[in-house]
């Protein structure tokens, strides 16, 4: 299987290419167009500050290049953010595969912490990504900002309030958490992503 991880102006890239290698997958890292367009799976991995993101990729005309893919695409942390239509974070317009905005979390109680960073369970989980062992289960975080709940929330997890652990739309998948992280459970949200047959 020919899986490319987009390489872009992001963090934390090449944990999710160790992540997939422990499962027998060796993916290419490229900004090369062909490339991308022509994987079976792409990834859209990294964490990192959005507007700064938003600008590298619409300056290398990435922007269009990722909301054209057919093949089956996986956002994780700020790529899910950066597939959502805006952020608030810098009041930045993003690519808009998923018309819902990215919130800033505020801070309710004395012991909410921004960011939110740690393990929370997965609840009201759906799609072909997750299946039914991994209801409840544990995964990782780390974001300061958040996908409200909304017509694409593929999972949920509360943490100061609920909101979007992953989104699902067409061959889009997303996940706020890092699932390369994320032990056991992480492996298998990999590897059913990879086993998606239709985009």
Known sequence: MNVVIIKYNAGNIYSVDYALKRLGITPEITSDKEKIQAADRVIFPGQGEASMTMQYL??????????????????????????????????TECLGVFDVPVKRFLPERHEDKVPHMGW???????????????????????????????????????????????????????????????????????????NIRNA
């Open 58 to 91: 619409r300056e290398h005309r990435m922007d269009r290049l990722i909301r054209d893919l057919k093949q089956p695409v996986l956002g994780i942390c700020i790529g899910m953010q950066l597939l959502c239509r805006n952020s608030e974070e810098g009041g």
């Open 120 to 194: 929370n369970n997965l609840t009201g989980v759906s799609t072909p990504l997750f299946d039914g062992t991994l209801e409840n289960r544990f995964v990782y975080f780390v974001h300061s900002y958040y996908v409200p709940l909304n017509e694409y929330t593929a999972a949920t997890t509360d943490y100061i309030l609920p909101f979007s652990a992953a989104l699902h739309k067409d061959n889009f998948y997303a996940t706020q958490f890092h699932p390369e992280k994320s032990g056991s459970v992480g492996e298998r949200i990999l590897t059913n992503f990879l």
